[in-house]
Nanobody
Framework: QVQLVESGGGSVQAGGSLRLSCAASRYTYGSSYMGWFRQAPGKEREGVAAISRGGGYTTYTDSVKGRFSISRDNAENTLYLQMNSLKPEDAAMYYC???????????????????WGQGTQVTVSS
């Protein structure tokens, strides 16, 4: 069964850091490009960062460039999102996702992903 389990969310002050983790089942992880998404109340789900299957290619939404870093440990089947210099506008539920479409290398579009975790909440106070 495909499973993605996020952890590492919490409450921080603006300027602080958090590191999100996403543990993936082996069946999902090895053949999947991966992404982090977030959704704030009343807003659409937004692609934050994505990484290719081997980890050699990454992409970020403009608002987090230079502050967030996505990485993956293929030996441990784990995806990470290091978030630095957090801002109140970064507050949201964060989701990891796995995609298996063969013609996609990585993507910030939710439509490219087939598997989703349950999310971890990030709160940033000013």
């Amino acid at each position: 069964q495909v499973q993605l389990v996020e952890s590492g969310g919490g409450s921080v002050q603006a300027g602080g850091s958090l590191r999100l983790s996403c543990a993936a089942s082996r069946y999902t992880y090895g053949s999947s490009y991966m992404g982090w998404f977030r959704q704030a109340p009343g807003k659409e789900r937004e692609g934050v960062a994505a990484i290719s299957r081997g980890g050699g290619y990454t992409t970020y939404t403009d608002s987090v460039k230079g502050r967030f870093s996505i990485s993956r440990d293929n030996a441990e089947n784990t995806l990470y999102l290091q978030m630095n210099s957090l801002k109140p506008e970064d507050a949201a539920m964060y989701y990891c996702a796995a995609g298996t479409r063969t013609w996609v290398q990585y993507s910030l579009s939710p439509d490219a992903y087939q598997y989703w975790g349950q999310g971890t909440q990030v709160t940033v106070s000013s």
